[in-house]
């Protein structure tokens, strides 16, 4: 069963008023919030764990260490994997995503070579690839969107004929909510031999993920976007290609044995590690999927899709809105702009009315390009939103609307 209040009770952070008015907390894609559960667990391995790992003997070491690697296990679970050495703890998405550049770069990108991205990526799904692309003159082949966001799939297919060397896509964008059709892009991608990098940060929480079913390549994720610590995410790989990709930090951890002459490297998934990693942050990732995991997911999913449809519905009404993105597939968030009104202004001033959005570029400034316009007020949803905030935020944006015109 699926109780908002028992869950919100975990959230003790909504639970507040800003500027004397109860916080309706609608910044879920940029970062949702952490429950008491994940809180706790960071702060218990601190109280009571800490430690280095991989390296001690001595039984603090050794429990820390078991710890981590379990917490791998329990990413490779949930994400389907097929073992925990194919889990590569990051930093988050951006930091997984450089990872892959610079690795793809060391091990197969020549002069002239071209990566494959879509036309809605965040900036981390694009800047990565394109710096290294452009230190060999090559470029990248951007798949076009049409007006509501969906993706053109004929012009993708043309686009993986000039053979780049790998297709990085978004699972869902953080701008439009479009979900893409990945599984379809990737065997599309893989006729042509070409390995696929799905970056799930805003698919991850609210989608039941299955990397052998999507059969991708890679997938890369954050784990502040799912309830856990900041700091902590992931990089999936298959085996072969992770054991394939030369590292991409260099340092104590990932090393095998080192002399003045020559180094040797460990094997996954510590080849990849290089360094102290969070250990805290990775705990609270685990214990962030297990809260995941303890709800009905259907009815998470439910409730989410709810709560999106009402606010479509409800700010419909509004004179001179235009949604941006409006595929028939999408997930979690709604972004618009209101005719003679610039987004900063509206989100300044229901700010002031105690709701939290995003306005601006949303880190993805060829989206804004695509749809000619500067920004868009953007509201995402996360499982323990309820119907009453959406009402609360669209009163808050009409009310705004007047103030402004
Ligand atoms: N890709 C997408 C689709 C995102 O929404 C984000 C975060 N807004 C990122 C990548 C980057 O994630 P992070 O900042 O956690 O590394």
Redesign the pocket.
């Known amino acids: 069963m699926f109780s908002i209040n028992e869950i919100r009770e975990q959230f003790p952070v909504l639970n507040q008023q800003v500027y004397v008015k109860p916080l309706v907390y609608f910044d879920n894609?940029?970062t949702t919030q952490k429950p008491l559960c994940v809180i706790d667990r960071e702060r218990d391995y601190y109280l009571h764990e800490n430690c280095n790992i991989h390296r001690g003997v001595h039984y603090l070491s050794q429990k820390a260490t078991e710890a981590y690697e379990h917490a791998r296990q329990t990413v490779a679970d949930f994400i389907h994997a097929k073992e925990a050495k194919e889990i590569i703890f990051t930093r988050?998405?951006?930091?997984s995503l450089n990872l892959l550049a610079t690795s793809f770069e060391h091990f197969c990108i020549g002069e002239g070579d071209n990566v494959l991205i879509t036309a809605m990526e965040?900036h981390?799904?694009l800047v990565p690839w394109q710096q290294m692309v452009q230190r060999h003159h090559g470029q990248l082949l951007v798949v076009p969107m049409d007006d509501k966001g969906v993706l053109d799939l004929n012009r993708y297919e043309e686009l993986l004929k000039e053979g780049p060397k790998v297709v990085s896509i978004?699972h869902?964008?953080?701008v439009l909510g479009t979900i893409n059709p990945v599984k379809e892009m990737i065997a599309m991608a893989h006729q042509y031999g070409i390995p696929v990098v799905v970056?799930g940060?805003?698919s991850i929480a609210h989608h039941p993920i299955d990397v052998q079913d999507l059969d991708c390549d890679f997938f890369v994720f954050?784990g502040?976007?799912m309830y856990a610590p900041m700091g902590i995410?992931g990089l999936y790989g298959k085996v072969e290609w992770l054991e394939k990709l030369p590292p991409y930090q260099f340092g104590g951890e990932m090393v095998d044995t080192v002399s003045f002459e020559k180094t040797t490297f460990n094997v996954l998934p510590y080849k990849f590690e290089a360094g102290t990693p969070n250990v805290g942050a990775a705990l609270g990732l685990e214990t962030a999927i297990q809260f995941i995991q303890s709800l009905d997911r259907n009815e998470v999913e439910k409730h989410e899709t709810r709560l999106l449809q009402s606010a479509i519905e409800q700010l419909s009404d509004i004179e001179g809105i235009r949604f941006i993105g409006e595929a028939a597939h999408r997930s979690g968030l709604v972004s618009f702009i209101i005719d003679g009104i610039h987004p900063y202004d509206l989100g300044t001033i229901i700010d002031k009315m105690g709701v939290a959005v995003r306005t601006g570029h949303h880190?993805a400034e060829p989206v804004m390009t695509r749809f000619g316009i500067p920004g868009t007020v953007r509201a995402s949803f996360a499982l323990y939103n309820t119907m009453e905030e959406v009402e609360v935020f669209v009163n808050a944006v009409k009310k705004a609307a007047m103030m402004l015109r």
């Open positions: 894609a940029a988050g998405t951006t930091e965040h981390s799904n978004a869902i964008s953080n970056d940060a805003q954050s502040h976007k995410g880190c």
